[in-house]
């Protein structure tokens, strides 16, 4: 039987990443523009971590991690996010009381049910800003999050926004919405009757019309939040619509333990069921909840395959390619030497070695179908008097004799 790969994780090839790298390489300028640095972290972790930090009664924790035990027999889980292995770094390193502009990259695991923009191993681009209370850092971090936008040429996308309250208001506002909800247990659907029980702010999030329905009728959260934070989330809004479309969503809770205050998500349309590509919020407790010093906590992260299925590069720019063709006896130590100096005077063209081993005619052939501009024959004979051929391959094939240093000087300019 052949081998295949996990269900939902996918192989992700050249072609594929094409604009994977053209991605990165943007954001990265933009993460450099903002003075976010990039930290690493292990993709293995201890499995306390995550159920201390996303929460035990989150279903990242509950039903999805990918847990096992080491030879030591200690639980350890491969992440399912990168937050909580950040503020994990920063209290083992003891410098929660330091500021720090992160951002980092990689894959997540979750078990989930794979479909359309939904897999068990993705990748999330993240970045959180630690020790920074609430105020400019939201504006900072919504106005990065248009900025990868714009600059990635995403423009059909809503950002859902919404205000949590501190620890106490979400604490009472749970309690408020668990009294409403209990006598209605029965009308629920299976699984919002689990999400009552194991994480009632859930509920919220419901698919199902006759929850929703029911939830019109019920608390709001909005009346459990302080005046000063109402404030707050309505400036944000302000602030930003006239850049996008920000609204805010009082549904919008969450799936993981750790928020309090601002939380936003990014979503479109365009990607079907899955539309959230981006997510974040504030999380000040999860430091303490870690064992370490309060810390004030900020970020988001953007779920790499989704995002890119947003982007509409269509024509990757291709680099110039040129064909290197030994003909004749191949001299390998003369011709490696002629090919490294090639490489070393202009690393930004494809030097296509190894064209195939075939005679002079099919190696030609062969970098016009490998799309090669041009192409550099080392033959024998013109090696003993130092010279090299150099072909156009767009111009009828059109050539000279040159030196291997004029070859060089040729190579340089392309
Ligand atoms: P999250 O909302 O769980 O937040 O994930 C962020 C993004 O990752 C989602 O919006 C989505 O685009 C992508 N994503 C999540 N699960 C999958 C999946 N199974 N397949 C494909 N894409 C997925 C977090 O992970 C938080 N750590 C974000 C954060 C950072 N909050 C504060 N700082």
């Given at each position: 039987m052949k081998i295949q790969s996990l269900r939902g994780m996918p192989d992700l090839f050249p072609e594929d990443l094409d604009k994977w790298h053209i991605f990165e390489s943007k954001l990265s300028k933009i993460f450099h523009s903002f003075g976010t640095r990039e930290i690493r972290t292990p993709?293995?972790?201890?499995t306390e971590l995550f159920s201390r930090s996303?929460?035990?009664?989150?279903d990242i924790v509950n039903k999805e991690l990918y847990s096992f035990l080491d030879r030591n027999e200690e639980s350890i889980s491969l992440r399912p996010e990168g937050s909580a292995s950040v503020i994990r770094a920063i209290i083992q390193k003891k410098q929660e009381q330091e500021k720090h502009k992160l951002w980092y990259q990689g894959p997540m695991f979750r078990y989930e049910r794979p479909q359309k923009g939904r897999f068990r191993q993705f990748h999330q681009v993240g970045v959180e800003y630690l020790?920074?209370?609430?105020?400019?850092s939201e504006y900072e971090l919504i106005s990065m999050v248009l900025q990868i936008n714009r600059i990635i040429g995403i423009s059909n996308y809503i950002i859902k926004i919404n205000h949590l309250g501190d620890k106490i208001a979400k604490e009472s506002f749970s309690k408020s919405l668990v009294s409403f909800l209990q006598p209605h247990t029965n009308e629920l659907h299976e699984k919002d009757q689990a999400r009552l029980k194991?994480?009632?702010?859930?509920?919220?999030?419901?698919?199902?019309k006759s929850t929703q329905e029911l939830l019109e009728h019920g608390p709001k959260f909005q009346d459990f939040i302080s005046e000063e934070s109402k404030n707050f989330l309505q400036n944000l809004v302000d602030t930003y619509s006239d850049h996008c479309d920000i609204q805010i969503d009082?549904?919008?809770?969450?799936?993981?333990?750790?928020?309090?205050?601002i939380v936003f998500e990014a979503v479109s349309?365009?990607?079907?069921?899955?539309?959230?590509?981006l997510g974040g919020g504030r999380y000040d407790n999860l430091s303490k909840q870690l064992g370490g010093k309060e810390m004030f906590s900020i970020g988001f992260a953007i779920g790499v395959e989704r995002i890119i299925e947003l982007?509409?590069?269509?024509?990757?720019?291709k680099s110039l390619k040129v064909g290197f063709i030994v003909a004749g006896e191949q001299n390998n130590k003369k011709t490696y030497k002629i090919a490294d100096d090639l490489r070393s005077s202009?690393?930004?063209?494809?030097?296509?070695?190894?064209?195939?081993?075939?005679?002079l005619k099919s190696q030609l052939r062969k970098a016009n179908k490998n799309n090669c501009t041009h192409a550099i024959i080392v033959g024998d004979n013109e090696l003993k008097n130092n010279q090299i051929i150099w072909k156009y391959?767009?111009?009828?094939g059109e050539q000279e004799l040159l030196s291997l240093k004029e070859v060089i000087e040729k190579y340089t300019n392309l």
């Open positions: 993709l293995l972790e201890s996303v929460g035990n009664s989150s020790g920074f209370e609430e105020g400019i194991s994480n009632p702010l859930r509920v919220l999030d419901s698919k199902e009082q549904s919008l809770v969450r799936g993981l333990d750790y928020y309090t205050g349309h365009e990607l079907g069921a899955q539309d959230a590509f982007l509409s590069i269509k024509d990757v720019k202009n690393n930004s063209i494809i030097l296509d070695t190894f064209l195939s081993e075939g005679s391959l767009s111009r009828d």
